[in-house]
């Protein structure tokens, strides 16, 4: 039976994605090579470049200066990131380009891929095959043989229980595992994730099933332009057949030893044996949007890693406009300007030609850009859907407003 429509959300805040310098990104020559079979016990010495060249380098990258606060030091993921979701600034970050196993925080490249397709008022009876292959001891929302969804249902499922029963469902929807996994690679290249290699659509422990805090952030900030993605990544409870179903983001739904962080409003988090526990967040302070992925905590403590997210979360509230960037996030491949006749580098629509940085609006369909407009003032939540990437200009916010969700 197809779940209530009323759910509880959080206020979710995601402003325009910024394009910054194109200059910086990264020439295929520069990309990293193939992801191995499995990820390597430190960092390499030479990652990825894409973003920046500092981003590519081994260990912390944070421009430290007078009024600029101290990390925190009790930071012991093994691969970290906070940007600036507006403009797409890399705050600081530690092996931000190192190939990690994701574990279910890659279900967010699986929504921002298939979540354009179905309409969620769509209907499916499950059938057996639609549960074929899932990995032992997988996270699973409850899906039954025998029973029908709707597709909302479904991706209530996957957002708030990380729930690999309702991917495969949907991914048989989509013309089955393999052509989603194919799908979903796709996608990435589209986004320049060029770190992530996809071999099962719900990130269960595969061989050579890698990705990146980059990536995981790019791939975040994309999913977040579409309204259905942000509603379901900010759903704290929501009703699922006869009963309540939580969100598993402790950030967002709380627990004993870890409080709602303020301002939070997503995105996706995750645990395997390979991946240790990994987290993607956003979070909205006084205006200001950040993104903060952490991966694989090494202090083996109860919800390490939303402990350590927030406390990444409090250093870019304070360093954000004080600290100078150590590099940025990349548009997709079909934001970029195309060469001009002359074998230039032609201009988009509403640019100067100034030299300023590009700013961003876009479509909502998967591979073609990013698209959404977002400022909170007060209480209300702003938002426009844009049509195209703009360069040299802010979109517009209209007076789109709505009341912010409640708990």
């Not at 900010?234 to 939580?246: D, H, K, L, P, Y």
Request: aromatic fraction near 4%; hydrophobic fraction near 40%; include cysteine.
């Amino acid at each position: 039976m197809p779940a209530p429509k009323k759910t509880g959300r959080r206020s979710l805040l995601v402003t325009s994605a910024t394009l910054l310098s194109l200059s910086a990104t990264a020439p295929a020559a520069l990309a990293a090579p193939t992801p191995p079979a499995s990820p390597t016990a430190a960092p390499p010495a030479r990652m990825s470049t894409v973003g920046g060249v500092r981003l590519g380098q081994p260990g912390t990258q944070v421009n430290l200066a007078p009024g600029v606060p101290v990390l925190p030091k009790d930071i012991t993921a093994r691969s970290w990131i906070v940007t600036d979701a507006e403009s797409g600034e890399v705050l600081a970050a530690h092996n931000a380009h190192w190939r990690l196993p994701p574990a279910s925080t890659l279900k967010m490249l699986f929504a921002d891929t298939l979540l354009p397709r179905f309409p969620k008022e769509e209907k499916h009876k499950v059938v057996p095959s639609d549960l074929a292959g899932m990995g032992v001891g997988s996270s699973v929302v409850g899906i039954k043989e025998g029973h029908t969804y709707s597709v909302h249902d479904l991706w209530l499922g996957v957002f708030l229980r990380s729930g690999n029963d309702a991917v495969h469902v949907l991914s048989s929807m989509n013309q089955g595992v393999a052509q989603t996994v194919k799908d979903m690679q796709d996608h990435a290249d589209e986004l320049q994730a060029q770190d992530t290699h996809v071999v099962s659509p719900d990130g269960y422990d595969e061989p050579g099933q890698l990705s990146s805090a980059y990536d995981l952030t790019l791939i975040a900030r994309s999913g977040l332009q579409k309204k259905d993605f942000r509603d379901y990544c900010s759903t704290v409870s929501a009703r699922f057949e006869s009963r309540e179903i939580r969100n598993t983001n402790r950030l967002l739904s709380g627990d004993p030893d870890v409080p709602v962080y303020q301002g939070i409003a997503g995105v996706k988090n995750g645990n395997t044996t390979n991946a240790g526990a990994t987290f993607t967040g956003v979070a909205e302070r006084n205006g200001r949007v950040l993104l903060v992925t952490v991966m694989h905590p090494e202090k083996a403590e109860h919800n390490e890693v939303y402990k350590e997210t927030a406390r990444l979360f409090d250093w870019g509230f304070q360093a954000a406009g004080k600290v100078n960037p150590v590099g940025e996030l990349v548009p997709p491949k079909s934001a970029l300007p195309s060469p001009g006749p002359s074998g230039s580098t032609g201009t988009s629509a509403g640019s100067s030609g100034s030299g300023a940085r590009p700013v961003a609006g876009a479509t909502t369909g998967s591979g073609s850009g990013i698209a959404t407009a977002a400022a909170v003032t007060g209480g209300l939540l702003v938002l426009l859907a844009g049509a195209a990437f703009l360069v040299n200009r802010r979109w517009p916010l209209p007076d789109l407003m709505r009341r912010r969700p409640r708990p």
